[in-house]
């Protein structure tokens, strides 16, 4: 049973850091793919970031690209997402996900496995 778990989350002032985890358990194949998504008060979920997990290749959301940036650190099975010059609009609660293959795909429902969630806030 593949199991992930999300820490990092926090408050922070708008322009600063945070850097998101999501520890991956049970996974038995490098034939997958990680995402972030977020989701704010009353808004659906929405796609952040994703990148594929044997060759690395990252793709985001226009709203983060040149702010965020997603990794993988093979070695500690462990998924993570950068987060700089934050903006109040990031307030959400952020979410990893797991996907069976190496395609990126931006739609929630292409994910088969979630973590809890983990809350971030971006005071102004």
């Known amino acids: 049973q593949v199991q992930l778990v999300e820490s990092g989350g926090g408050s922070v002032q708008a322009g600063g850091s945070l850097r998101l985890s999501c520890a991956t358990s049970?996974?038995?194949?490098?034939?997958?793919?990680m995402g972030w998504f977020r989701q704010a008060p009353g808004k659906e979920r929405e796609f952040v970031a994703t990148i594929s997990w044997s060759a690395g290749m990252p793709y985001y959301a226009d709203s983060v690209k040149g702010r965020f940036t997603i990794s993988r650190d093979n070695a500690k099975n462990t998924m993570y997402l950068q987060m700089d010059s934050l903006k109040p609009e990031d307030t959400a609660v952020y979410y990893c996900?797991?996907?069976?293959?190496?395609?990126?795909?931006?739609?929630?429902?292409?994910?088969?496995?979630w973590g809890q969630g983990t809350q971030v806030t971006v005071s102004s």
């Open positions: 996900a797991q996907r069976v293959g190496s395609h990126l795909r931006i739609r929630s429902s292409d994910f088969a496995y």
């Open positions: 049970g996974r038995t194949s490098s034939n997958v793919a």
